[in-house]
């Protein structure tokens, strides 16, 4: 089991920007393909990206163009860039650490953090 903390959420007006970050406990952190997850109220978790332990990335339909996803080994952390931000992205954001080789919703959670979007 690996211990992810995230951070970055708040309150930000439609269009602007956030930057998640999401830091794990382990320096093996290079051995899991990492997730964002978004559960929005009354809804259930969804992928919003993925990165594997590689490098290579997954969007959702509704991130693609505006979400980034990006890892840094060394400081055992994922980030999840996000631009031109909509009030439908509003959820909580949970970072996900997979042994597998994509992220897939298994393995370990964040207890995420809040992103809310409104003007």
């Known amino acids: 089991q690996v211990q992810l903390v995230e951070s970055g959420g708040g309150l930000v007006q439609p269009g602007g920007s956030l930057r998640l970050s999401c830091t794990a406990s382990?320096?093996?952190?290079?051995?899991?393909?990492m997730g964002w997850y978004r559960q929005a109220p009354g809804k259930q978790r969804e992928l919003v990206a993925g990165i594997t332990r590689g490098g290579s990335t997954i969007y959702a339909d509704s991130a693609k163009g505006r979400f980034t996803i990006s890892r840094d080994n060394a400081e055992n952390t994922v980030y999840l860039q996000m631009n031109s931000l909509k009030p439908e992205d509003t959820g909580v954001y949970y970072c996900n650490a997979d042994l597998g080789p994509t992220t897939s919703g298994s393995g370990s959670w964040g207890q995420g953090t809040q992103v809310t979007v409104s003007s």
């Open positions: 382990r320096s093996i952190f290079s051995f899991y393909a």
